[in-house]
């Protein structure tokens, strides 16, 4: 039976709880800034009684964002 090396665990709860963290800032930031979720592209459509909201741009720029800074996390 293999054991496996808790430093590699220690290093995956950093990375994990400091993904946590970017998150929790992103998200306490998101209502101040004025083009999260606001961007051309986004969907919103409303009617008499129903809303629906799809951030289509929003998300890939996100995507994108997140995309860059963990390929520059995890360069080996």
Not at 50 to 56: E, H, I, K
Request: aromatic share 10%; charged share 10%.
């Amino acid at each position: 039976m293999e054991h496996f090396p808790l430093h590699a665990l220690g290093k995956t709860l950093i990375i994990v709880g400091g993904i946590i963290v970017v998150l929790g800032v992103i998200f306490l930031a998101g209502g101040k800034l004025p083009f999260f979720g606001n961007l051309p592209g986004d969907i919103h459509i409303k009617g008499k009684q129903v809303s629906f909201y799809f951030p289509v741009v929003t998300m890939l720029v996100l995507s994108v964002i997140l995309t860059v800074i963990v390929n520059l996390i995890f360069r080996k």
